[in-house]
């Protein structure tokens, strides 16, 4: 017997995972196909579906680069949408969804100094591929700017976010998080990477934390 609590119809997360990985993989990428069980998982479960009432009829993974696929729904009225069936089983906060927008934003950032560096500043020979944020870690950087945010501006954040947009969620321009974020670019110190230094960066870090 399956060890776990029962999720949904009948079935444990681990048991409907696999289930829905199973008849994912069976398709072709952009071929469209129904699934009654991931339209009602999505349909219940889905933070923004389910407060809705919005149900998809059918689905398609399409080709992502650097991921396994990006996975869509088709819902009556709005079309094809981006939907994560994983979240519905492992739901994401707000929190995750405000770390996102706040990396996203960072992405000019990013690129402006990985273009004034074209060369990995660790081994100066490789071509420059990312760029590490060496202190504080990026992750440390969101968290403080996050604590910074009071009740009312995560409010504001989040009452012109719609899940039914095509664009990714984003800050609202002239929001005091991304001043929090520029603020804190000045600051920190960044190094431009090939990906085997960044590799190598993230090991040393990690070691130092054991």
């Known amino acids: 017997?399956?060890?776990?609590?029962?999720f949904f119809q009948g079935m444990t997360k681990t048991q409907l995972k696999e289930m829905i990985q199973g008849r994912i993989a069976e398709v072709n990428f952009g071929q469209e196909f129904e699934s009654s069980i991931i339209a009602d998982l999505i349909h219940q479960k889905h933070y923004h579906c389910a407060a809705q009432d919005l149900r998809p009829t059918r689905f398609r993974k399409l080709p992502r680069p650097g991921a396994v696929y990006d996975f869509q729904g088709y819902?009556?009225?709005h079309g094809w949408h981006g939907?994560?069936?994983?979240q519905c089983i492992n739901p994401r906060d707000e929190m995750a969804w405000l770390d996102r927008a706040l990396r996203d934003a960072a992405h000019p950032i990013i690129s402006s100094y990985k273009a004034m560096h074209p060369l990995c500043e660790r081994c100066k020979n490789s071509p420059t591929t990312e760029v590490d944020h060496v202190a504080p870690e990026f992750k440390v950087m969101v968290a403080q700017i996050i604590q910074?945010?009071?009740?009312?501006?995560?409010?504001?954040?989040f009452s012109r976010f719609d899940w039914l947009d095509k664009e990714p969620f984003s800050?609202?321009?002239?929001?005091s998080a991304l001043q929090l974020l520029n603020d804190a670019h000045q600051t920190a110190t960044l190094q431009a990477l090939c990906k085997p230094c960044h590799v190598i960066n993230g090991n040393e870090r990690r070691r130092l934390t054991i």
Do not use: A, N
């Not at 017997?1 to 029962?6: C, D, V, W």
């Not at 939907?83 to 994983?86: G, I, P």
């Open 1 to 6: 017997m399956s060890r776990g609590k029962e």
């Open 75 to 77: 819902f009556p009225g």
């Open 83 to 86: 939907v994560s069936w994983t």
């Open 148 to 157: 910074t945010l009071s009740t009312s501006q995560i409010e504001e954040i």
């Open 171 to 175: 800050l609202p321009t002239g929001h």
